[in-house]
C-alpha cells in the first residue's frame, strides 16, 4: 500500500466542468480481445469488518477500499459513504490534501482503520494575457442565461451514483498517442485575474481522434455544444466516480448508455472555449472531489494488483 505519486503548455482549453491492457499472450496480437476475457475475478467479500486499501495515495490521487458489504466509510472523519453489496468503496484525495489519511470502515457498533501517507504534488501557475474579456468573465444576459442552464445540466449528471462496478476494471487512456498540453491542477491567472485552479489532464491530438471509455460505466450527460465545453460527456463508473470529456467534436453516445471499457464515446475536437484540437479529461467524486484522472490510471492498476491480484 504504497503512495504513488502522480506542463502545462500555452495551448487553453477551458475545463469548466497508459496504455490499453494488452490482450492475452494466447490470443492474436491482431485480434481484439472482450474486456470480460480479461478481467480479474472478483473474490468474495469479507464476512466479518475488516479493511484493506490500495491505490494512489497522493494529492488528487485515488484509492479501492475492500471492507464488509454496505459499511459506512469515512476519510479524516468525514463521512464518504458505504462499501457495496460486495464490499467496495472509491475514496479520493484533494488537490489540498494533508500529509496524513485516515480511513475507518464502521459496521454493527464495531470500526476499524488504516493511516496512510499522502505524497504532496508541485503545482504550476500558469498566467495567459490578451484574451477576449468576454471568454474569462461573461457579462452578455443571453450568455448568462446559457450558463446557467448548462450548470444545471451538469449538476444532474454529477448526482449519479450507478450502482456498478466500472472502476474495478482499472482505467486506460481514452485516446491514444498525443503529448500533455495541460496538467491536472496547475493554477490559472486569465489576464491578470487568478483562476480556478485547472482540474483537466489535457491530451493534444488531431481532431477525429477517437475517444474511448476508460472504464465500463453509464453515460449521464452526452452535449454535443456547451458554451465551455463544446462537445461534453460524462460516464459514471459506479460510486460516484465520474469522468468527463470535454471540446469533443462528435458525441456518439446518449444519456442512460451501458458502455463497456475502450467503447468509442466521440472525438477529439476543439469545440467550446478552447484554442486548439485535444481532448480535456476531468474526474470527480462524488460531485464533492476533483481527483487527477492520469494519477488515476497507475492508482487503480496498483489497488488491482493488490486487492485483486490482477496485472
Not at 55 to 60: R, S
Not at 112 to 139: E, H, N
Not at 169 to 179: A, L, T, W
Not at 230 to 240: A, R, T
Request: one cysteine or more.
Amino acid at each position: 500500500m504504497r503512495a504513488l505519486a502522480g506542463l502545462f503548455a500555452l495551448l487553453l482549453a477551458a475545463c469548466a466542468a497508459g496504455e490499453a491492457p494488452a490482450a492475452p499472450e494466447e490470443a492474436p496480437a491482431t485480434v481484439e480481445q472482450p474486456v470480460e476475457a480479461i478481467g480479474p475475478v472478483n473474490p468474495p467479500p469479507p464476512q466479518t469488518l475488516s479493511l484493506n486499501c490500495a491505490g494512489a495515495f497522493t494529492q488528487g490521487g485515488i484509492a479501492l477500499c475492500r471492507t464488509l458489504p454496505n459499511a459506512a466509510v469515512s476519510v479524516d472523519g468525514a463521512a464518504t459513504g458505504n462499501a457495496d453489496a460486495d464490499g467496495w468503496i472509491v475514496v479520493g484525495f484533494t488537490r489540498e490534501h494533508g500529509a496524513t489519511t485516515q480511513i475507518q470502515a464502521r459496521a454493527g457498533g464495531e470500526s476499524v482503520s488504516q493511516s496512510f501517507d499522502v505524497a504532496p504534488r508541485a503545482f504550476d501557475i500558469q498566467r495567459v494575457d490578451g484574451l477576449p474579456q468576454q471568454t474569462v468573465t461573461p457579462t452578455d444576459p443571453a450568455v448568462l442565461a446559457r450558463i446557467q442552464r448548462e450548470t444545471a445540466l451538469k449538476q444532474a449528471g454529477f448526482q449519479s451514483a450507478a450502482n456498478i462496478e466500472g472502476f474495478l476494471d482499472g482505467f486506460i487512456r481514452p485516446v491514444e498517442g498525443g503529448r500533455v498540453s495541460g496538467t491536472w491542477g496547475n493554477q490559472r491567472v486569465l489576464n491578470g485575474t487568478p483562476s480556478t485552479p485547472h482540474f483537466g489532464y489535457d491530451i493534444a491530438v488531431p481532431e477525429g481522434t477517437p475517444i474511448r471509455a476508460p472504464a465500463a460505466g453509464v453515460v449521464t450527460l452526452a452535449e454535443p455544444d456547451m458554451h465551455y465545453e463544446g462537445g461534453l460527456v460524462f460516464i459514471d463508473h459506479g460510486q460516484g466516480l465520474i469522468t468527463m470529456y470535454l471540446h469533443m467534436s462528435r458525441v456518439d453516445v446518449h444519456v442512460g448508455d451501458t458502455l463497456e471499457q475502450g467503447q468509442v464515446i466521440g472525438a477529439v475536437g476543439a469545440s467550446g472555449r478552447a484554442t486548439g484540437p485535444h481532448l480535456c479529461w476531468r474526474m470527480k467524486l462524488r460531485n464533492t472531489q476533483q481527483l487527477d484522472p492520469s494519477v488515476a490510471i497507475e492508482g487503480l492498476a496498483a489497488a488491482r494488483a493488490e486487492l485483486l491480484g490482477a496485472h
